[in-house]
């Protein structure tokens, strides 16, 4: 049988263990759609990835993103530990520990930079997509009760909103760590009560952190993509970026490049640090770039590759 190896790495995380762990298979020649799909609901990760020859030769790599139920079309852990794997492979040149490269994804082409971090750490940053913000959305005790929580536990002052630099997550704001800590998604009133709202993603925030110089405390829930939580989510975190500029809850107002610091997934016991620079002029942002270190793990090789299964004709009277 052909074998597959892939890299085990876990991402926004100094130490093993920690982050967001995915799945890297550094060449997904000859997997169909359905294997990769298959493949992914076997590791059960959040997300696997599998790169491929660019359909562009201008770009470097094609990276196709999956959960353990569907494709996406793009997603921030995925792409930047895809693009450490590569580099620490030596498929992306890196000259004093810094280089970049181009992914296609579903989305389009996502610029990609690495760099030394310090402590033998490489920081890799991707590119996102500029905000498309959806309306400030009214049904505030609808998405509550989705959580498991109360209308009083989302923050007064701050809109619940769709906000999307590639994918659209629905924005939520709890007033504090104990009100965030007692979120739970509801499977039976997800798509009812979020759907309309713009996005069936919700990343719930509050200002209120449990370590000092961190901007958010995070918790971002998919039930319906198979991930009941994630433990980092780097394509949440460009769009939260962009709604505190939007909604001026800045740390320097006079700031043209705002980093903002997420902490996320201590509730799974794997923290995770996520960073998120918003270039704007005045209120219009013009650049996200979300950045994050990565740790490997391990290695692994699939020695069974899903075939197709046969059609049955069901027996007819």
Same mark, same amino acid.
């Given at each position: 049988?052909?074998?597959?190896?892939?890299?085990?790495?876990?991402?926004?995380?100094?130490?093993?263990?920690?982050?967001? &762990?995915?799945?890297?298979?550094?060449?997904?020649?000859?997997?169909?759609?359905?294997?990769?799909?298959?493949?992914?609901?076997?590791?059960?990760?959040?997300?696997?990835?599998?790169?491929?020859?660019?359909?562009?030769?201008?770009?470097?790599?094609?990276?196709?993103?999956?959960? #353990?139920?569907?494709?996406? #079309?793009?997603?921030?852990?995925?792409?930047?530990?895809?693009?450490?794997?590569?580099?620490?492979?030596?498929?992306?040149?890196?000259?004093?520990?810094?280089?970049?490269?181009?992914?296609?994804?579903?989305?389009?082409?996502?610029?990609?930079?690495?760099?030394?971090?310090?402590?033998?750490?490489?920081?890799?940053?991707?590119?996102?997509?500029?905000?498309?913000?959806?309306?400030?959305?009214?049904?505030?005790?609808?998405?509550?009760?989705?959580?498991?929580?109360?209308?009083?536990?989302?923050? &007064?002052?701050?809109?619940?909103?769709?906000?999307?630099?590639?994918?659209?997550?629905?924005?939520?704001?709890?007033?504090?760590?104990?009100?965030?800590?007692?979120?739970?998604?509801?499977?039976? +009133?997800?798509?009812?009560?979020?759907?309309?709202?713009?996005?069936?993603?919700?990343?719930?925030?509050?200002?209120?952190?449990?370590?000092?110089?961190?901007?958010?405390?995070?918790?971002?829930?998919?039930?319906?993509?198979?991930?009941?939580?994630? #433990?980092?989510?780097?394509?949440?975190?460009?769009? +939260?970026?962009?709604?505190?500029?939007?909604?001026?809850?800045?740390?320097?107002?006079?700031?043209?490049?705002?980093?903002?610091?997420?902490?996320?997934?201590?509730?799974?016991?794997?923290?995770?640090?996520?960073?998120?620079?918003?270039?704007?002029?005045?209120?219009?942002?013009?650049?996200?770039?979300?950045?994050?270190?990565?740790?490997?793990?391990?290695?692994?090789? +699939?020695?069974?590759? &899903?075939?197709?299964? #046969?059609?049955?004709?069901?027996?007819?009277?």
């Amino acid at each position: 049988m052909p074998e597959h190896r892939y890299e085990l790495v876990d991402v926004f995380t100094d130490r093993p263990f920690g982050g967001n &762990p995915l799945a890297v298979f550094p060449d997904g020649r000859g997997l169909t759609d359905a294997a990769m799909q298959a493949i992914a609901r076997e590791l059960n990760l959040s997300e696997t990835t599998f790169v491929l020859p660019p359909a562009d030769p201008a770009n470097d790599f094609r990276v196709r993103i999956f959960t #353990p139920a569907e494709e996406l #079309p793009m997603a921030g852990h995925p792409t930047l530990g895809t693009a450490f794997v590569l580099a620490q492979a030596g498929r992306i040149a890196l000259a004093q520990g810094r280089g970049s490269a181009r992914f296609e994804e579903g989305v389009g082409v996502i610029p990609v930079t690495l760099e030394p971090a310090g402590g033998g750490l490489t920081l890799v940053t991707m590119e996102q997509r500029p905000p498309v913000f959806g309306l400030d959305w009214e049904d505030r005790k609808g998405v509550a009760e989705a959580l498991s929580a109360d209308e009083w536990m989302l923050h &007064p002052s701050y809109p619940v909103q769709a906000v999307s630099c590639g994918i659209p997550f629905l924005i939520v704001p709890v007033r504090d760590l104990e009100a965030i800590r007692r979120l739970s998604p509801r499977r039976d +009133l997800w798509a009812a009560r979020l759907g309309p709202a713009g996005s069936l993603l919700a990343m719930a925030f509050t200002l209120q952190t449990s370590r000092p110089g961190i901007t958010a405390h995070c918790r971002m829930f998919a039930p319906t993509l198979g991930v009941p939580e994630d #433990p980092a989510t780097g394509a949440a975190a460009g769009p +939260l970026g962009c709604y505190f500029v939007h909604h001026a809850i800045l740390p320097r107002p006079e700031d043209p490049a705002p980093e903002f610091r997420f902490e996320q997934g201590l509730e799974l016991g794997r923290p995770s640090l996520l960073r998120a620079t918003i270039r704007r002029q005045g209120a219009r942002v013009d650049g996200v770039l979300v950045a994050g270190t990565c740790v490997p793990v391990g290695t692994g090789v +699939l020695h069974a590759v &899903p075939r197709p299964q #046969p059609t049955h004709t069901a027996l007819r009277r």
